[in-house]
């Protein structure tokens, strides 16, 4: 599969799967606070979470952000809540990044980076 292929169909699920399932504000809370390591920055907390892990936890977080703001009475968010859903946001953010390194690393292993760089230059989206 091309590497622009690979990243389109990552994105593709990702967002597909944001409507299906929406957690709720408690799950969401659960969820940050186990997910939220204090070696949340270490490559090795992240090597050892699977790649299909690290997106459903990237699409949940993604998702509690929705929730959060639209399952409020009456959708009114508060400054507390708002820091909330910025606090998913930002642990959504950090997953994110690792699978992306991670698809990138892959790419890398395979020689396909100069492949991507070509098709990128001329255009190919």
Not at 37 to 65: T, W
Not at 75 to 88: F, H, P
Request: overall charge negative; glycine content about 8%; aromatic content about 8%.
């Amino acid at each position: 599969m091309k590497p622009s292929m690979l990243l389109g169909f990552i994105v593709f699920c990702a967002v597909t799967a944001l409507a299906q399932d929406a957690p709720t504000l408690q799950q969401c809370r659960a969820n940050y606070a186990m997910w939220l390591s204090p070696h949340e920055n270490s490559e090795a907390y992240f090597d050892a979470i699977s790649m299909p892990d690290i997106m459903h936890r990237s699409k949940v977080l993604l998702q509690c952000g929705i929730v959060g703001a639209t399952q409020r009475p009456g959708n009114m968010v508060t400054l507390e809540d708002a820091i909330e859903i910025g606090k998913w946001s930002d642990l959504e953010g950090l997953y994110e990044s690792h699978g992306l390194t991670r698809v990138l690393s892959f790419v890398k292993r395979h020689g396909e980076l100069d492949q991507f760089w070509k098709e990128d230059k001329a255009g190919q989206r």
